[in-house]
């Protein structure tokens, strides 16, 4: 029994931190009840602590925990949902891709598997967009368009005014400008709200 969960602590060690690179859930919690304590459940919003490195935003940066675009309800989610469109610079290039992967797949038109083989090789969103002929604003607006509907409900309900709606437009495409330009070096910037 005990060669049983320590084989399958390893094969966890080992595979959370891979599905934590695309953003995949993964609910440890469901796979042994005995593992280490750096594995906790998906359902109470948190994730190992490979995919989840110091100073990442409490919503999440691509995985598990990540805020949806359809539930956002206040400004202060609005907020998270912008820090989260950054993605997670501690997944390298990748930069846990999985709550975008279907915009990803759509403009783009390749398996999310030559994907990894491409951004593995050193390319980021931009060069993988450009080897395929695809200009990277299209794949910007593709994204904006994506988390666009969250700006869109608060101003709808009246909870931020039109002029707000603009900068948060604004501040979303400069969120994924960076995510599909990134350069791999670049601190990613912290997204706090509107200045007052």
């Known amino acids: ?30 796979a042994s009840s ?3 304590s750096s594995v906790s459940s998906t359902d109470t919003g948190t994730t190992t602590e490979a995919s989840a490195p ?20 206040t400004e202060e989610q609005l907020v998270e949902l912008i820090q989260e469109a950054y993605g997670d610079g501690g997944l390298g290039l990748h930069r846990g891709h999985q709550p975008v992967e279907d915009v ?24 993988v967009a450009e080897d395929l002929g695809i200009d990277p604003q299209t794949l910007i607006d593709a994204l904006v368009a994506k988390y666009s509907p969250a700006i869109d409900s608060l101003l709808a309900a009246g909870t931020i005014t039109e002029d707000e709606a603009d ?3 604004a501040a979303l495409e400069d969120a994924f400008s960076f995510r599909v330009n990134w350069d791999g070096e670049e601190a990613t910037p912290t997204f706090s709200g509107l200045d007052a």
């Open 34 to 36: 005995d593992t280490s």
């Open 54 to 73: 110091e100073g990442a935003p409490s919503g999440g940066t691509g995985g598990p925990g990540s805020v949806d675009v359809s539930s956002v309800t």
């Open 104 to 127: 990803l797949d759509e403009v783009l038109t390749i398996s999310h598997d030559e994907l990894h083989v491409r951004m593995d090789a050193g390319q980021n969103l931009a060069a």
């Open 167 to 169: 900068q948060y437009r």
């Open 1 to 30: 029994m005990k060669l049983r969960r320590t084989i399958a602590a390893a094969l966890l060690t080992a595979v959370v931190p891979i599905a934590a690179a695309c953003g995949t859930a993964t609910d440890a919690s469901t």
